[in-house]
């Protein structure tokens, strides 16, 4: 059973998402800060975090971090509000894949979850150009700017075509459509690219499009 970790210390919360999720036939658990949430790491094997970010002890960008490092194949959701989009940025430099407004709908919360779950890519409602100018330094003509857009230089047309549109916010199912492809294609290509690039998710490659100038 695909297993979904929930940490937010409101406990209404956590209750309202076990509710939700486990309606969907997912195994849900729920950690109420930061450092329970690792400590169910060491005796339990999930697949994806909602983690929220402002919580007592260890906040969720540190526990976001300690998880990545460890367990790099997990995907973490941040758990947001409108004010807290400095704080969400910086889970995502800790390794989280996208973000999800804690007033999220039940029927978007399940489609995001059934995205990872069925092993599509990793859905990021939030992340778009005017998103990512808010929250990520503009590039410079650094070292690191030089490398980064001579990785990505190094794809093919195809791929850095998908990486541009991945940058606006776009989901697999909308590059298809736009590209006139079948879904299955982008999703062979993103993770191409994910291998090329070594990056972890979709949202560092549009951090990384959008860091490197292209």
């Given at each position: 059973?695909?297993?979904?970790?929930v940490?937010d210390?409101?406990?209404?919360i956590?209750?309202?998402?076990?509710?939700?999720?486990?309606?969907?036939?997912?195994?849900?658990?729920?950690?109420?800060?930061?450092?329970?949430a690792?400590?169910?790491?060491?005796?339990?094997q999930?697949?994806?975090?909602?983690?929220?970010?402002m919580?007592?002890?260890?906040?969720?960008?540190?526990?976001?971090?300690?998880?990545?490092r460890r367990w790099?194949?997990i995907s973490?959701?941040?758990l947001?509000?409108y004010?807290?989009?400095?704080y969400?940025?910086?889970?995502?430099?800790?390794?989280?894949?996208?973000?999800?407004?804690k007033?999220?709908?039940?029927?978007n919360?399940?489609?995001?979850?059934?995205?990872?779950?069925?092993?599509?890519a990793i859905?990021?409602?939030?992340?778009?150009?005017?998103?990512?100018?808010?929250?990520?330094?503009?590039?410079?003509?650094?070292?690191?700017?030089?490398?980064?857009?001579?990785?990505?230089?190094a794809?093919?047309?195809r791929?850095?075509?998908?990486?541009?549109?991945?940058?606006?916010?776009l989901?697999?199912e909308?590059?298809?459509n736009q590209?006139?492809?079948?879904p299955?294609?982008?999703?062979?290509?993103?993770t191409?690219?994910?291998a090329t690039l070594?990056?972890?998710?979709?949202?560092?490659?549009?951090?990384?499009?959008?860091?490197?100038g292209?």
């Amino acid at each position: 059973m695909y297993q979904i970790l929930v940490c937010d210390d409101d406990h209404d919360i956590v209750s309202a998402l076990e509710i939700y999720l486990t309606g969907e036939g997912y195994g849900v658990t729920g950690a109420y800060s930061g450092q329970e949430a690792i400590d169910l790491f060491q005796q339990n094997q999930f697949h994806l975090v909602l983690m929220d970010i402002m919580m007592p002890g260890m906040d969720g960008i540190e526990a976001t971090r300690r998880i990545t490092r460890r367990w790099p194949t997990i995907s973490i959701l941040i758990l947001t509000t409108y004010d807290e989009d400095d704080y969400a940025f910086g889970g995502l430099d800790a390794g989280a894949s996208g973000f999800l407004l804690k007033d999220v709908t039940k029927h978007n919360l399940i489609d995001a979850v059934h995205a990872i779950a069925n092993g599509d890519a990793i859905l990021t409602p939030r992340i778009t150009r005017q998103v990512l100018e808010r929250g990520v330094p503009h590039p410079t003509s650094s070292q690191r700017q030089q490398e980064m857009r001579k990785a990505f230089d190094a794809l093919t047309p195809r791929q850095r075509e998908i990486c541009a549109l991945i940058s606006e916010g776009l989901i697999n199912e909308e590059i298809a459509n736009q590209l006139t492809v079948e879904p299955a294609s982008v999703k062979r290509a993103v993770t191409r690219i994910l291998a090329t690039l070594g990056l972890r998710n979709r949202t560092q490659i549009a951090i990384g499009w959008f860091k490197a100038g292209m």
